[in-house]
Structure formats: C-alpha cells, structure tokens
Nanobody, 121 residues
Framework: QVQLVESGGGLVQAGGSLRLSCAAS????????VNWYRQAPGEQRQLVAT???????NYADSVKGRFTISRDSAKNTVYLRMNNLKPEDTAVYYC???????????????WGQGTQVTVSS
C-alpha cells in the first residue's frame, strides 16, 4: 500500500504564492507519473500538472507559466509551486501517484486526501 500526505494549502490573496507538497510512503517499486488535480465546488476534477518518471512535465493551459511541478526523489515528495494565484485557482488540490508496489503488480493510482487552496480577490 501507498500512503500520500498533502500539505501546504491555505488562504492567499490574488497574486500571492503557495507551495503544495505530497509525500509518499509505503511500498513503491516504480513510479510512472505523479499528477496534481484540483476540484472546485460544483465542477469536475481537473488535471493541473504532471511529472513523469523521467522528469518530463506537462501543465493545463490555465496554469502554464504560473505553476511548477517538481519532485525530490530522495524524499519521495512531489511539489506544486503556485505563483501569481488567481481567484479562479480556488479549489481542493489532490495529488495522484501512478505507481507499482512490486514487479508483479500493475500500475495503480493512489490519491492524497486533498488540501484546500483559497485565493481571495
């Protein structure tokens, strides 16, 4: 099993910054990719950023140039640095790890508990 713990959310004024963290623990044999999603009230969960095992990154158009996904492999932690935040970035942010727990198991998705980000205008 894999456990994910998120931190770093909070209330910030428009134009401000936050850094979210997602620390993984448990049995991780290999990582395919790690994603950050967000979900605003009444809306579907949206993919925000991805970092693959070989370090490639991808971003939703709405956050390109403002958000940066990174990882510290030694700490099994992935970060989402969010700059120039806007009120429309307000949402619950979830990390998602696509991992294998052994060479015999397929890749599976694991989710963090979510962290609230609120951006005031």
């Amino acid at each position: 099993q894999v456990q994910l713990v998120e931190s770093g959310g909070g209330l910030v004024q428009a134009g401000g910054s936050l850094r979210l963290s997602c620390a993984a623990s448990g049995s991780i044999f290999s990582i395919n990719a790690v994603n950050w999603y967000r979900q605003a009230p009444g809306e579907q969960r949206q993919l925000v950023a991805t970092i693959t095992n070989d370090g490639r990154t991808n971003y939703a158009d709405s956050v390109k140039g403002r958000f940066t996904i990174s990882r510290d492999s030694a700490k099994n932690t992935v970060y989402l640095r969010m700059n120039n935040l806007k009120p429309e970035d307000t949402a619950v942010y979830y990390c998602n790890w696509d991992v294998r727990t052994s060479h015999r198991t397929p890749y599976q998705n694991y989710w963090g508990q979510g962290t609230q980000v609120t951006v005031s205008s």
